[in-house]
């Protein structure tokens, strides 16, 4: 993400835009306002998030966090303002269009307990090709094999293939969907809180796996409560009462003073390695 505020008020320096990605490979919330049924919780937001970047949307409870997620995906309507998803407004795409573009990890994901994992894998392949939700639209080919063979390896869950969901641990589960997801090779992948219910050492995991994928060229846009996990992204969007705070890398977004005007609490933050640290004073 290169860029947030209202009014398309622009949050980096000209060395920072010299590495932005071209404006075909971006997915853009220009002047935003979204209701979230007749509440205002979205008003007037600017993004633009690039692929083979991690971003993450941060901010407190009610901020507007998972409206302006679902937004993007186009799941919900603008009242005004539009998406662009590489240049092209996102109502201009159509349903399979978008799916194959735009992947979705939603906070709790229903997988099937009785299906086999790379059953479910599988499912990725249909990115919004599936007839009535279960018949595919198409014959399965080589390619959708290696697809799914790529993402059971990128994401450590070919060893349980076999398995049932049922069988699967909370953080095994949240590494099968997202494989899902990764099995449909879609160009940008949108995370509501992916972290959410899981413990530190299966967090820093989806959160590696997340980086890898970046590094392959995938655009990343993650919901975080975690602060401490947001700073290992490569750009923040700090949301607070619906509109843009600040945005920019972690270093200039994590600060005490922009987390106490967005959270009230008072904080410290530390610089550990190449990482930051955020340790509450109150």
């Known amino acids: 993400m290169r860029w947030g ?19 075909s490979d971006t997915l853009e919330a220009q002047n935003l306002h979204v209701h979230a049924g007749t509440f205002p919780a979205v008003r007037g937001v600017n993004a633009r ?8 949307v941060i901010g407190p409870n009610g901020a507007g966090k998972s409206t302006l997620l679902r937004a993007l995906l186009g799941l919900n ?13 996102l109502g201009k795409w159509s349903r399979p269009e978008r799916s194959r573009a735009l ?11 009785a299906t086999k994992v790379r059953d479910v894998v599988a499912l990725g392949r249909g990115a919004g090709d599936w007839r009535f939700g279960l018949l595919p639209t198409r014959p399965w080919t080589d390619d959708d094999d290696a697809a799914v063979d790529s993402a059971l390896d990128r994401t450590d ?4 293939e076999a398995r049932k ?33 899981l413990d530190l050492a299966y967090a820093l995991e989806v959160i590696r796996y997340l980086r890898c994928e970046v ?5 990343v846009v993650a919901v975080l409560h975690d602060l401490n996990l947001a700073a290992r992204a490569d750009w923040l969007l700090l949301l607070h009462q619906g509109q843009v705070l600040a945005a920019g890398p972690p270093e200039t977004v994590l600060t005490p003073e922009n ?18 640290i955020v340790l509450p004073e109150d």
């Open 215 to 219: 590094a392959g060229g995938l655009g």
């Open 103 to 113: 992947a979705y990890l939603a906070q709790t994901e229903g997988l099937p307990d």
């Open 165 to 197: 969901v049922a069988e699967l641990s909370g953080g095994e589960r949240q590494r099968v969907a997202l494989a899902r997801a990764l099995a449909g090779e879609p160009r940008f992948l949108l995370l509501d809180e992916p972290t959410n219910h």
């Open 157 to 160: 869950t070919r060893r349980f």
């Open 5 to 23: 505020g209202q009014g398309g008020k622009e949050s980096q320096g000209p060395e920072l835009l010299a590495h932005s990605a071209p404006l």
């Open 77 to 89: 309507k603008p009242e005004s303002g539009e998406v662009c998803l590489f240049g092209r407004p």
């Open 49 to 56: 998030f690039d692929v083979g970047t991690f971003s993450a």
């Open 259 to 276: 987390l106490l005007a967005a959270y009230g609490v008072r904080v410290s933050v530390l610089s550990h390695g190449n990482k930051l």
